[in-house]
């Protein structure tokens, strides 16, 4: 059964890091790209960052860029987001979700996780 | 800034259609969107319905459908069930980055 699910998430105050984690099971992770989204509670979905399937190639919202980090270990199959420099408006359900993708064909976000609350506070 | 605008809110009855919009401030949806609409309940995860403007996956109700109507990248709900009352996001390729719409949220009454 395919599963992936983030962890890591917790009380931090501002200015301050933490890194969550995501783990993926019942699939080879080596396969997909992987992305980050988040969600402010009773908010919308915002889409944080994304790594392709060797970890080479990240991109990220303007809103996070420069103070998160996107990374991958394929050998332990799990995702992770290093995030920096924490504000209050970084609070969210933060959710890792696997993508199936074909070069020039389809992109489909498939499975997610059940999401892990960060809280940026004093 | 790229803004990905849905309605708001709709309002259906059983068994009724409604068709959800997703329409992009730099001009017309396209297929290189790769247009994936999300459903999610309250509480629960977001969960995928239908990706690349109009493919569904195996979990999805054949009652979902996606196309690109009038500019936009649309979801369609074809015979309504009292369990499709949910917020419904689509989502937007721009060339490396995504950009969330702002969500419908569906009644069913």
């Not at chain 1, 931090?12 to 997909?32: D, E, I």
């Not at chain 1, 987001?81 to 993708?101: F, G, H, I, K, P």
């Not at chain 2, 629960?44 to 996606?66: C, E, K, M, V």
């Not at chain 2, 069930?81 to 009644?107: R, S």
Request: charged content about 15%; overall charge neutral.
């Amino acid at each position: 059964e395919v599963q992936v699910e983030e962890s890591g998430g917790g009380l931090v105050q501002p200015g301050g890091s933490l890194r969550l984690s995501c783990a993926a099971s019942g699939f080879t992770l080596s396969s997909y790209w992987m992305h980050w989204v988040r969600q402010t509670p009773g908010k919308g979905l915002v889409w944080v960052s994304r790594i392709n399937s060797d970890g080479s190639d990240t991109t990220y919202a303007d809103s996070v860029r420069g103070r998160f980090t996107i990374s991958r270990d394929n050998a332990k199959n799990t995702l992770s987001l290093e995030m920096n420099s924490l504000r209050a408006e970084d609070t969210a359900v933060y959710y890792c979700a696997r993508v199936r993708s074909s070069s020039g064909g389809y992109v489909a976000f498939d499975y997610w996780g059940q999401g892990t609350l960060v809280t940026v506070s004093s | 800034q790229t803004v990905v605008t849905q309605e708001p809110s709709l309002t259906v009855s059983p068994g009724g259609t409604v068709t959800l919009t997703c329409a992009s401030s730099t001009g017309a949806v396209t297929s290189g969107h790769y247009p994936n609409w999300f459903q999610q309940k309250p509480g629960q995860a977001p969960r995928t319905l239908i990706y690349s403007t109009s493919s569904i996956h195996s979990w999805t109700p054949a009652r979902f459908s996606g196309s690109l109507l009038g500019g936009k990248a649309a979801l369609t709900l074809s015979g309504v069930q009292p369990e499709d009352e949910a917020e419904y996001y689509c989502l937007l390729y721009y060339g490396g980055v995504w950009v969330f719409g702002g969500g419908t949220k569906l009644t069913v009454l």
